[in-house]
């Protein structure tokens, strides 16, 4: 063990002693609505940093001049280079996914040495995929009769597949990470902005008749070939996990329309279904789903 190392362990140590039976930041049910938070993968990369190693209690990110330890714990400290800089503040754990304010980069990044590159939080990386949780705040979207609200699976899926995409060193941009409204043109612009890669936009859907069930993906009228591409990549990964599919289909919807790149839509089931409104409520099969919409996006990538 190099003294470098020795030093980084022995603070490690004093810290969780100081934090005493604060222990790991508490689990929540999904995405934190209402609170401005990332991931610890967003945190390293706007940062310009890689993560070198991780344990259930802190994170240690390094790049060429800098090592930076955040400790996972709510009011769990960070440091920089060796030294002791500020509180992380609010942690929330959910299935292995850290998320931490989102004010953190801020607070970190003028303890850095010089000469590192910095990652914008606006406009964000050019060619990311666009992950649009649909509705949101005043808009609900379709409730299920056991009052289950479609922005809030839009919402919990999406954050999902952003997360495991960073982890896979895909850059993503999410148009929403709170409970806000956003209209839907400017839900393609923040796509074009960047020019996507992919914009993939979350939904779940109803129907007159509860007998209606399964996924559906769309593309616009006249969509371009790479939207066709990404469409059939993601409904073959999204049947795996046991949905009916309800095959690929056109519809003018206006983000599709206004997207300038390619861009699908997903339905990831019935609410108006209690089979597929009771999948969409389970967080397990929630997160087989994004796992699913995460894979069929990396295939469309590499093609």
Request: charged content about 20%; hydrophobic content about 40%.
């Amino acid at each position: 063990m190099t003294t470098r190392t020795h030093i980084f362990v022995v603070l490690a140590s004093l810290t969780l002693a100081i934090a005493g039976c604060q222990g790991p930041g508490h689990k929540t049910p999904g995405v934190v609505v209402g609170e401005d938070t990332i991931t610890i993968e967003q945190l390293a990369l706007r940062l310009g940093l890689r993560i070198e190693q991780r344990d259930p209690t802190f994170v240690v990110m390094k790049n060429a001049a800098n090592t930076v330890i955040v400790f996972t714990h709510t009011d769990g400290r960070f440091f920089v280079n060796g030294k002791p800089m500020g509180s992380v503040g609010s942690v929330t754990i959910d299935h292995g996914v850290v998320r931490v304010p989102a004010t953190l980069p801020d607070q970190i990044r003028p303890f850095l040495r010089t000469g590192v590159p910095e990652q914008p939080t606006t406009p964000g990386p050019k060619g990311a995929v666009v992950i649009d949780a649909g509705h949101g705040a005043h808009d609900p979207g379709t409730i299920s009769p056991t009052g289950l609200k479609e922005k809030d699976i839009n919402l919990r899926v999406a954050a999902k597949v952003a997360t495991l995409l960073e982890q896979r060193g895909v850059a993503v941009v999410m148009t929403r990470w709170q409970d806000k409204f956003i209209e839907l043109e400017e839900r393609a612009e923040i796509g074009n902005r960047r020019k996507a890669a992919l914009f993939v936009s979350i939904h779940a859907d109803s129907a007159p008749s509860s007998s209606a069930q399964g996924f559906t993906i769309y593309v616009a009228a006249g969509a371009s070939a790479q939207s066709y591409r990404a469409a059939h990549a993601i409904n073959q990964a999204i049947e795996k996990t046991g949905m009916n599919n309800r095959g690929i289909r056109e519809e003018d919807y206006r983000v599709l329309m206004k997207s300038k790149g390619p861009a699908v839509l997903i339905e990831l089931g019935y609410l108006s279904n209690p089979q597929d409104a009771a999948r969409l409520a389970d967080d397990r099969f929630r997160d087989r789903l994004a796992q699913a919409i995460a894979d069929g996006i990396q295939a469309y990538l590499k093609k």
